[in-house]
């Protein structure tokens, strides 16, 4: 008899404990190891000299779009790639259009996330390449770099809204020549960085 009654409570905890397995297992959100995001926002408007007139060039505020790769290093940390463009129109003081432009930014960093669960508030920091390319001119690559926060919003394990505010900033060489066409150079550098704020919001899959 005592041999079969601890026979009966092993199987019976056993029972349990799978019972019990089963349960978490159910309520524990899938582990993913990677976050694919597509997104869209608005970025704000860049400020450049004017040679000819010693006035200001603009380069408009636009809408962007671009994709988030994030790769889970740990809880709390993720590895993250960003790719953003977008075109604008670059206007001299009168309001006439010198060229259009495209804005590429190129980045990879780190995003700090602040929790595992349905809603994760996040920070992120990046630095890479800022690529102007007018359709008028000759283009520039500089170094940038990346700061924001924002946070995720997921409906389900693997699908999620993400909302966020970004600052780029660029560095460039003050007073020096930017989009010169054949030799003629009329648009300049105003100060050593290039300062551009972005709001953006998109889709996020997680696998």
């Known amino acids: 008899m005592p041999h079969l009654a601890r026979l009966l409570a092993a199987t019976a ?3 349990l404990s799978m019972q ?6 159910q309520q524990a959100p899938a582990s993913t190891q990677f976050e694919l995001t597509a997104f869209a926002g608005y970025q704000s408007s860049l400020d450049f000299s004017d040679q000819a ?32 463009q977008s075109r604008s129109g670059l206007d001299d003081a009168a309001g006439v259009r010198l060229a259009d432009v495209k804005i590429e930014y190129l980045h990879a960093g780190a995003a700090y996330v602040y929790n595992a669960g349905r809603v994760r508030p996040f920070f992120v920091m ?6 102007l390319n007018p359709s008028v001119g000759d283009g520039d690559t500089h170094f940038s770099l990346g700061l924001g926060g924002g946070v995720k919003f997921f409906l389900t394990d693997n699908i999620g809204l993400r909302i966020e505010a970004r600052a780029y900033a660029t560095q460039v060489d003050s007073d ?26 998109g889709i996020t899959i997680a696998f």
């Open 13 to 15: 905890f056993c029972g």
């Open 176 to 201: 020096s020549a930017a989009f010169c066409r054949n030799g003629t150079c009329r648009v300049y550098y105003d100060g050593d960085f290039l300062m551009q704020y972005v709001g953006q919001a």
């Open 53 to 84: 007139s010693g006035g200001e060039i603009e380069l408009k505020s636009a809408s962007n779009a671009g994709v988030i790769v994030d790769v889970n290093l740990a809880p709390d940390l993720q590895l993250e790639f960003l790719y953003s």
């Open 126 to 131: 990046t630095g890479g390449a800022t690529r």
């Open 20 to 25: 019990s397995g089963n349960l978490l297992a």
